[in-house]
């Protein structure tokens, strides 16, 4: 390989529903969406499917009212949804931190399960509404687990080891510390999480939490889950004032205990939703820098070739 661009391939991800029609007006859309929607409260034990025993012997995970189940068109060893409402729809200054908190420990949860069975990196993001690459408008987050990190983790977990090396330090404690006595990004900290308007950002309105005690989305204690639900909460409310509706977010998760790496998260804006506005790219293509592809390159060269 010449250069470090990585990317998944899942041929079966074309065939997901789309709950975006162009000729609707965004009410009229979420209208049409709501029905038959696989996420809500009377459909989902019918319309997703189960875990297997050694992950859930219920077949699925239920805190609240978040659901976490399989995905069907997964893209990473471990892949899992999780419903955040039931509400099909709500703004985002909606969201309440119960919600989100039920969300992250059901997500912590099933990434405790996986990880017994060999995952050790973990992903919880976020793609909210159309132009965030969501295909389904009912909210609710992406759960990965797999032996490797994805790109973007893989880059932060080198690049902190290596600066931990050169300067006998952990790097993430040091852009909290300085980012605090500068003042001019720092947003504020809740317990141990701090939030820093990034310096050099991966998208619009970008705004990172940094985890000063632990590597790992399985370090966090409930207490931790609980500010970073209020964090989140905080953050929805502030991106409606600003008129803000869709968005990315996900977080990076190492080992757990490590000593040169923070767990970590970043969330963008995107493009308000638009009467011809859809978008292929998620929090995987904008945020973890790898493009899901539904086309094998065997099968396009062999499609293409009749042309030639």
């Given amino acids: 390989m010449l250069t470090d661009t990585w990317c998944r391939v899942n041929v079966n991800r074309a065939k997901r529903a789309k709950q975006g029609r162009r000729e ?7 209208e049409l969406s709501r029905k038959n929607c696989f996420f809500c409260p009377e459909n989902i034990d019918k319309a997703t499917p189960k875990f297997p025993p050694e992950i859930s012997k219920e077949g699925r995970i ?4 978040t659901t976490v189940f399989p995905n069907l068109f997964p893209f990473a060893k471990y892949h899992a ?13 909606e969201f309440t931190k119960g919600q989100i908190e039920d969300t992250i420990s059901a997500s912590i949860d099933y990434f405790k399960r996986i990880d017994a069975l ?16 969501a295909s389904i408008i009912h909210p609710h987050v992406q759960l990965i687990g797999d032996e490797i990190p994805t790109h973007t983790t893989d880059t932060y977990l080198k690049a902190s080891e290596k600066y931990h090396k050169e300067n006998s330090e952990n790097y993430w404690h040091r852009l909290v510390k300085d980012e605090e006595r500068l003042g001019e990004r720092f947003v504020g900290r809740i317990g141990r999480i701090a939030w820093i308007s990034s310096f050099a950002p991966l998208g619009n309105n970008e705004i990172s939490m940094v985890f000063e005690e632990g590597s790992s989305l399985l370090d966090l204690a409930q207490k931790d889950v609980s500010d970073i639900s209020e964090g989140l909460q905080r953050m929805l409310k502030g991106y409606s004032i600003m008129g803000k509706t869709s968005f990315n977010f996900t977080m990076y998760s ?25 978008a292929d790219t998620g ?8 493009r899901i592809v539904e086309s094998l390159p065997e099968s396009l060269a062999a499609e293409i070739k009749k042309f030639f």
């Fill in 24 to 30: 609707e007006t965004f009410d009229d859309l979420i």
């Fill in 62 to 65: 239920k805190l609240g009212e």
């Fill in 118 to 133: 060999g995952a050790k990196y973990f992903s919880l993001s976020w793609n909210h509404l159309l132009p965030s690459g």
């Fill in 283 to 290: 929090f995987m293509e904008t945020l973890h820098q790898e």
């Fill in 81 to 93: 949804m999780a419903t955040i409402t039931e509400e099909h729809y709500q703004d985002l200054e």
């Fill in 254 to 278: 190492g080992l757990t205990n490590m000593k040169d790496f923070c767990l970590n998260a970043k969330i963008i804006t995107r493009p308000n939703l638009q009467k011809y506005y859809t």
